[in-house]
């Protein structure tokens, strides 16, 4: 089969051919019509893992996959052969992602039926992002009425988080550059988002939108202290990229976001796109031929996600 591989880390992801990989007993064997860049795609192949995480190679990146199931092995039960289904693989080693023509990942956890109505594009980059979001969101308590700060709301991690936190009945307060990234966010939703533009003074703009401090940051990216600062005392910090440090004289709530794309989240984020509450903002595709460029684009910034279409 054709898959992007690494053949060392750090490295070039390129396009050759590879062994269909056989599902093992508990395994669900996908064969993948869409995938999508992910940060944790760029942390791979540029060596950032090494040590933290087995790597066997020639190295297949890729987190987030649909398509329909090719085979199933033994055991696995609720899952039938040409069922559509998407998610994020989960294996505990990298090297047999789903940037590649099939992909074979656990039937326990990570994948889930895709509901009609929801586009096999938009189902392949969905799963890692939007797991991060609800499950970041999850972490700062119950959201209606406060007042909730997303950095980095441009991302595919990023958009999600504003539609599900507006959802929720959050005043969201969002960091993205004014111009077409501001316009960006605030056509994610029709809720009222308020912008703040991240290369200017973000603290005084978010002072003078919360002069007592946000009740909660959702931390995606830029400068975890400055953001924290803006928190009022007893509110919650979570962060995808680092432990926040606790304060025990502030009384925050802080912690690490750890995505866990369980069938009942990965269930209720379809559901939520096939209604029509939420939507992936894919705003460029690759086949995977052009899959290396792809990864270029993603490291060179975008907004939104980036999808990876497999023929």
Do not use: C, W
Not at 82 to 89: C, E, K, L, Q, S
Not at 126 to 133: P, V
Not at 216 to 223: N, P
């Amino acid at each position: 089969m054709r898959a992007v591989t690494l053949a060392q880390v750090p490295g070039s992801p390129e396009l050759t051919e590879v062994d269909v990989p056989r599902p093992e007993a508990g395994e669900v064997l996908v064969k993948v019509a869409a995938s999508s860049v992910n940060g944790f795609d760029l942390g791979t192949v540029a060596g950032y893992l090494q040590g933290m995480m087995e790597h066997r190679f020639p190295l297949i990146p890729g987190k987030d996959f649909a398509g329909t199931v090719e085979a199933v092995g033994e055991g696995v039960e609720g899952f039938a052969v040409g069922d559509a289904v998407f998610g994020v693989v989960t294996k505990a080693h990298l090297g047999t992602g789903s940037m590649a023509q099939y992909v074979a990942v656990p039937a326990a956890i990570g994948i889930a039926h895709r509901p009609d109505g929801v586009l096999v594009r938009d189902a392949g980059a969905l799963g890692l992002a939007g797991t991060a979001a609800f499950d970041g969101l999850a972490l700062l308590g119950p959201l209606g009425g406060r007042t909730v700060l997303i950095s980095g709301a441009t991302g595919g991690v990023g958009a999600i988080a504003v539609q599900l936190a507006a959802a929720r009945g959050a005043k969201v307060i969002a960091t993205a550059k004014s111009g077409s990234e501001s316009g960006f966010v605030s056509g994610l939703t029709d809720a009222e988002v308020t912008v703040v533009d991240y290369s200017q003074d973000v603290t005084a703009q978010v002072r003078a939108i919360a002069p007592a401090g946000v009740d909660a940051v959702l931390h995606l990216a830029g400068d975890l202290a400055e953001l924290t600062a803006l928190t009022r005392d007893g509110g919650a910090v979570a962060s995808a990229l680092t432990v926040p440090e606790a304060s025990e004289d502030r009384k925050l709530q802080t912690a690490m976001i750890r995505s866990n794309p369980t069938v009942d989240t990965l269930s209720t984020l379809a559901g939520q796109v096939a209604s029509g509450s939420l939507k992936v903002s894919v705003n460029a595709e690759f086949d995977l031929e052009r899959a290396p460029e792809a990864f270029a684009a993603f490291g060179a910034g975008t907004v939104g996600k980036i999808a990876i279409t497999v023929a």
